[in-house]
């Protein structure tokens, strides 16, 4: 039998350019977002705040990490990213399976 919903992993690089907070804002959308789509149960939610990147990313040093896990429907991650790539203010982002 196949599977509904698969578990996934989704990090999310912000910008600092407007401040911890503005990153915070970005999470929080995010966060509602995964709410919205996965299976409200297991959505989490961890946040690495600020961190020293390897590379300049658009002249950048430092961007806030938040890791979300969840789980959903497989057409739901594309669209995550989707979103991603078109919010200002993200500055990378990277859905995968989760290991189980």
């Not at 600092?16 to 509602?32: C, P, T, W, Y």
């Not at 709410?35 to 300049?56: H, M, Q, S």
């Amino acid at each position: 039998m196949a599977k509904i919903t698969e578990k996934y992993e989704t990090i999310i690089v912000a910008t600092l350019r407007n401040g911890e907070e503005g990153a915070k804002v970005i999470s929080d959308k995010f966060q509602k977002l995964i709410e919205d789509n996965a299976t409200p149960e297991t959505a989490t939610i961890d946040v690495w705040g600020k961190r020293r990147l390897a590379y300049l990313i658009e002249d950048e040093q430092d961007g806030y990490y938040i890791l979300y896990h969840f789980e959903s429907k497989p057409d739901f991650p594309a669209e995550l990213e989707r979103i991603a790539n078109i919010t200002d203010g993200v500055l990378r982002s990277l859905t995968t399976l989760a290991q189980e």
